[in-house]
């Protein structure tokens, strides 16, 4: 003991000073790493700001060819220069002249398109003709309702598929998988205006009607994924290794899968958005959709050059995020 | 789905759908009256050995009104299909083809339409477009907006086909052999594109049946008297509040048979591919 007790010391103190020496080393090549890791950030940030900047510019180059787009076809419409309100028998014919001339004042459609972008600029989106408001109000009053409509609708779509396809992934029941494709495709081949006119008649929110036309495709790709994901090998061996179907759902097979499933978000907007409008129409909602209808009706140029560039907005805007979340999704996973 | 129940139901869609494309070739001779016959003497009648499915608030029999009404849909959205399809073909075989510059704009025309939601766009456009025209040029122009409005999907899934094709080794062969242009595209792009191109078309179908059916039911499809499958829905907006009968609902269910059918052998084409 006696003659093991100072080597036993002699190497405690070697270890502790190789400790203090590794310990040392380790915070440095830490703090290496840290600075290694930051200065790569900082070199992925500049091509993430290159392609954040190409995708804006394309956000923009759609944005104004698609209002360039939307006003040349309502220039181009037949009656474009006729006005219901020259009907008017108590109009007196100076009354009539002036808006004729309001008319033809728009009939330029450059001129129109040029002087509505330098008021767009300055904030100024113009003021609708058939409604005698200013459409930033308009758009102001009813953008949050069609919003509201598209949250929940996107919402209760995802929430009822992701939950039907999940549920006959992990039940294997024939039964409910036919049920699931049967009414799947029943809303498929359902007319939104049709299915709105339903809804009217058993008073049931709007909202539901939407979701419903939109759940039969978000069921199908997600059913579809998840049937692929069955055979595939980290599954199999996850499976093997005794991982229960949660922990296999939600360890191996959602995050292989969200890239696609973010990329579906973008798109099942954009569905959601142009299944809103005959809903918004024949259920009275009034929206963006109902609002682009009456402005379609009375031929009101300023007002859907407007919504048109605001839905464009709204479509492109939700797939750019997609797509960056899809793209940091990739790269973080990488 | 096991491989027996994907028989059954492919071929009941396949027989319905043989059995509603009989029926609109043969509508003069099954169909008791013209789509435009009033009998004035029973308006919203119930049905009756006299009229099967009754007749609606003009007094027109209603089932001669459907089958009219499916010959329209049924070979027309074909026709429209058949439009988009072309131009997909056109603009994504072309922008496949050429690639650089060409097709990024090509693809940026693309976006441009895809970035519009196409129910949006197609209603505001036929909104914009005279309502007071005749019942045949409703038809028509309804069809036709279908057409020029509905290429866009299409023509990204025909451009990254013939992109595709451009890479590949045959064609890298053929190209070295001194084919080229006009050539190059009859003999080795098209005929490979063929699968998906008729895929597109068979897609397009039940899609364009359904937005006709959107429009009519918004009144901005096909005009009266000429009935379709869209149209027929509008009774539904007036008749179900004032006249309740099961009979109104039929048209419905016959687009929902109709475009179900379809939705069943895409499905199925799809598994086979």
């Known amino acids: ?334 | 789905m096991t491989g027996r129940e994907t028989t059954w139901t492919q071929k009941l869609a396949v027989g319905l759908l043989a059995a509603a494309l009989f029926a609109t070739l043969f509508a003069g001779y099954l169909a008791p009256s013209g789509y435009q016959t009033q009998f004035r003497e029973a308006t919203n009648a119930r049905s009756s050995t006299g009229h099967l499915l009754g007749t609606d608030d003009l007094g027109r029999d209603r089932f001669s009104r459907v089958l009219y009404g499916m010959r329209i849909s049924l070979f027309l959205a074909p026709l429209a299909a058949a439009l988009s399809t072309l131009l997909a073909a056109l603009v994504g075989g072309l922008a496949g083809y050429l690639g650089g510059t060409a097709e990024r704009c090509c693809l940026f025309v693309v976006d441009l339409f895809l970035s519009i939601p196409w129910l949006f766009l197609l209603i505001t456009v036929r909104a914009l477009l005279p309502l007071n025209i005749s019942p045949q040029a409703s038809v028509l122009t309804t069809f036709l907006l279908l057409g020029i409005l509905g290429w866009a999907a299409s023509a990204r899934v025909i451009c990254a086909g013939a992109r595709n094709l451009m890479a590949s080794d045959f064609l890298w062969l053929a190209r070295a052999s001194g084919f080229s242009g006009a050539k190059l595209v009859r003999l080795h792009l098209l005929p490979n594109l063929r699968p998906a191109l008729l895929a597109q078309f068979a897609i397009s179908i039940p899609v364009f049946i359904i937005a006709e059916a959107n429009l009519g039911a918004l009144g901005l499809g096909v005009s009266e008297p000429l009935p379709s499958l869209g149209s027929l829905l509008r009774e539904l907006q007036s008749g179900v509040l004032l006249h309740p009968s099961p009979w109104q609902f039929v048209p419905l269910a016959v687009l929902l048979v109709v475009v179900g059918c379809f939705q069943i052998l895409i499905n199925q084409l799809e598994v086979t591919a």
């Open chain 1, 1 to 334: 003991m006696g003659a093991a007790g100072p080597t036993k010391v002699f190497a405690r103190t070697n270890d502790f000073q190789d400790g203090v020496f590794l310990s040392q080393r380790l915070r440095r090549f830490k703090m290496g790493n840290n600075i290694k890791s930051a200065a790569s950030s900082l070199t992925n940030l500049r091509p993430m700001c290159s392609d954040l900047s190409i995708r804006l510019a394309r956000l923009m180059a759609i944005m104004l060819v698609a209002g360039m787009l939307g006003a040349t076809l309502i220039r181009l419409a037949p009656g474009f220069s006729a006005d219901e309100q020259e009907l008017n028998s108590k109009l007196s014919a100076s009354s009539i002249l002036a808006l004729r001339q309001a008319r033809t004042a728009d009939s330029n459609i450059l001129a129109f398109y040029g002087k509505y972008l330098s008021s767009l600029v300055r904030g100024d989106l113009g003021a609708s003709r058939s409604l005698g408001e200013p459409v930033k109000e308009l758009i102001r009053e009813r953008l949050p309702i069609t919003l509201q409509g598209l949250c929940i609708a996107l919402a209760l779509a995802w929430l009822t598929a992701l939950a039907l396809a999940v549920a006959i992934e992990f039940s294997h029941s024939q039964l409910l998988a036919f049920g699931a494709e049967g009414l799947s495709g029943a809303f498929l081949s359902t007319p939104a205006a049709v299915l709105a006119l339903l809804f009217v008649l058993l008073r049931w929110p709007p909202e539901l009607a939407a979701a419903l036309l939109v759940f039969p495709r978000i069921y199908r790709y997600c059913s579809s994924l998840l049937h692929q994901s069955r055979d595939l090998p980290y599954v199999l061996v996850a499976r093997a290794k005794g991982a229960g179907p949660w922990r296999v759902l939600l360890w191996h097979t959602l995050p292989a899968f969200l890239p696609q499933l973010l990329a579906l978000l973008g798109v099942s907007f954009s569905i959601v958005l142009g299944v809103l409008l005959p809903i918004e129409v024949i259920c009275d909602v009034p929206g963006i959709g109902q609002l682009a209808w009456q402005a379609a009706e009375a031929r009101d140029l300023p007002l859907l050059v407007n919504l048109t560039l605001l839905v464009t907005f709204m479509t492109v805007f939700a797939t750019m995020l997609s797509d960056i979340a899809r793209g940091a999704f990739t790269r973080a996973t990488a």
